[in-house]
Each structure stands twice: as C-alpha cells, then as structure tokens.
C-alpha cells in the first residue's frame, strides 16, 4: 500500500500512484487529507487529486463522495474564502471575482457570493479603510504622486474607479491630507 502523507510544503509530499496501484481507499485518504489542512474548491481537489496520479475515474468518483458527504462545498467555500480576503487582504470585487474563477467557482455562485459578502460590508469603506491607511504610509515617503500612487493600489486590490474615486474624494476633503 502507498503511503499518503501531506509534507509541510503543500501536497508535494502527497503519493498517489506508486507502483502503478491507484484503489479508492488511497485517494479517498489522499482527499481527507488534502482537506484537512484547509477548505478547498472542488476544481482544488480534483487537481491535487490527479496530479497525485490518480486516474480520471477514481478521482471523479471521490469527488462525488466528498460532495454528498458534505465535505466538498463549492457554495460555502466561496463564502469562506471572500469574507477572509475581504477581511484579511483587503480585496475589491474585481480582484475577488477573479480569485473565485481561478478556483473553479461558478459564475452565478460567484455573483451570489459577491452580493452577499458587499451587503455585510460596503465595498467603498473598505477601500476607504485600506485607502487611508496606505497613505499614511505613502506620506512617510514624502507627497509627490501619493494619489495617483493611491489609485493605483486600490486598482491592484480589485475595486472599481468608480469607488476609487470616491475615496481619493473623501480622503481628499480631510484637513489633514495633502494629496496631490
């Protein structure tokens, strides 16, 4: 039997296939596995799953087998992951938007999903809040360009212009802010 570990590095460590002998029980301890460590999409899984070599078959059926189970939920996961990048990372709907895609979420889930996470929190305090905080850092470095510098970085983290501009607007009427 092949042994099946997750190495610290990610699923480097993982063996799926060694020796050519791929069954059920491994890869479904393979997913177990995979799982543990954190929430994953269902795209995540197959991925990790195949590139373990596990074949096409198996792999399909243990996804399902994760799905029925409750274990593999798309929906939740998506949830989980924006509400975490909104909180922790600071990210726009943009840059929200396409994190889901690249992990194989549906489009409708993703709109859902957006909607739902923007109506806990308005998407113009949070770039707002990342905003004011980031040119308290741009002014250590002196004034020259800070707005534009400013709308850059709220670009990067995936908001709109047109909330860009509200908040290099309302930064801008502080008394205390010199942007240029």
């Known amino acids: 039997m092949t042994d099946i570990r997750l190495s610290d ?8 296939a060694a020796g050519g002998k791929t069954t059920l029980t491994q890869a479904r301890r393979a997913a177990y596995q995979i ?14 799953l195949q590139r373990c070599g596990f074949p096409p078959k198996i792999v399909s059926t243990v996804i399902k087998e994760l799905e029925a189970g409750h274990y593999l939920d798309d929906r939740l996961f998506a949830l989980t992951w924006a509400q975490g990048a909104v ?9 929200l938007r396409t994190g ?13 999903i957006l909607q739902k996470v923007y109506a806990e929190k308005d998407e113009e305090q949070v ?18 360009g800070s707005r534009r510098r400013l709308a850059g970085y709220l670009m ?6 047109e909330v860009i501009r509200k ?5 801008g009427k502080q008394p205390s802010d010199t942007l240029d």
Do not use: C, W
């Open 167 to 171: 908040v290099l607007r309302s930064i």
């Open 35 to 48: 799982l543990a460590r954190r929430g994953h999409s269902r795209l995540e899984v197959m991925e990790k």
């Open 127 to 144: 770039a707002g809040a990342i905003g004011r905080r980031r040119l308290d850092l741009m002014r250590q470095n002196g004034p020259e």
């Open 100 to 112: 889901l895609r690249l992990k194989g979420i549906d489009r409708e889930v993703i709109e859902e």
């Open 87 to 95: 909180k922790r990372r600071y990210l726009g709907p943009l840059a």
């Open 9 to 16: 590095s990610g699923n480097k460590g993982l063996k799926g």
């Open 156 to 161: 990067r983290k995936g908001f709109t212009s």
